[in-house]
Every structure is written in C-alpha cells, then in structure tokens.
C-alpha cells in the first residue's frame, strides 16, 4: 500500500515539476522576444529617420 502511495504522490511531483518548467521556460523566452523586438524597434526607428 505504501508503495502504490509514493507511486502517486512521485507521479503527482514529477507531472507538476514537468509543467511548470514548461511555464518558466515561456514565460522567460516571451520576455526575451519581448526585450528584443523592443530593442529592434528603436533601431528600426532611429534607422528610417536617417534615411528619410
């Protein structure tokens, strides 16, 4: 009985641990994107009124 119960209870942990590095991996690459399309952005600004 003892084992069925860690079963779970190790499936439980490793499911939450599985999902939530997944999160913390989206969340961190989305504010990378975000930092650099806003870097881009400037560049991409200051650029055209140079040219135009």
């Given at each position: 009985?003892?084992f069925?119960?860690?079963a779970?209870?190790a499936t439980?942990?490793?499911s939450?641990v ?11 690459r ?12 400037s560049?991409?600004h ?7």
């Open positions: 009985m003892r069925v119960f860690d779970i209870v439980l942990f490793w939450f599985t999902f939530s590095a997944v999160e913390v991996y989206d969340f961190f989305s504010g990378a994107v975000k930092s650099v399309e806003r870097g881009l952005s560049t991409t200051f650029t055209e009124r140079l040219i135009f």
